[in-house]
């Protein structure tokens, strides 16, 4: 069974830091896509950054300049670097994955299951 299992996440005070992980386990053929979404309470799952195969990056423009997101293939993992954190930026990040799990199967879409991000003095 394939997961994908966040960490990383925690209470900073405006201004610092979190670097976010997500690693992939079980039966893998290939990972295409990677990304990171966020959700507040009463709002909808909304795009932080995305990472094609190749290293391709693109970013929601709150974000930009920000954060950085990179991936290791050979790991099956995927990181966001948070900068500059600004107490808008709380919320529940999931990371999101377009996973082959053998060579003849169609990709499928896998979301962990969360990592919460409080940005507080």
């Known amino acids: 069974q394939v997961q994908f299992v966040e960490s990383g996440g925690g209470l900073v005070q405006p201004g610092g830091s979190l670097r976010l992980s997500c690693a992939a386990s079980?039966?893998?053929?290939?990972?295409?896509?990677m990304g990171w979404y966020r959700q507040t309470p009463g709002k909808q799952r909304e795009l932080v950054a995305t990472?094609?195969?190749?290293?391709?990056?693109n970013y929601a423009d709150g974000v930009k300049g920000r954060f950085a997101i990179s991936r290791d293939n050979a790991k099956g993992t995927v990181y966001l670097q948070m900068n500059g954190l600004k107490p808008e930026d709380t919320a529940v990040y999931y990371c999101?994955?377009?996973?082959?799990?053998?060579?003849?199967?169609?990709?499928?879409?896998?979301w962990g299951q969360g990592t919460q991000v409080t940005v507080s003095s």
């Open positions: 999101n994955a377009q996973v082959q799990t053998t060579i003849l199967s169609r990709e499928l879409t896998y």
């Open positions: 079980g039966s893998i053929f290939r990972i295409y896509d």
């Open positions: 990472i094609t195969r190749s290293g391709t990056t």
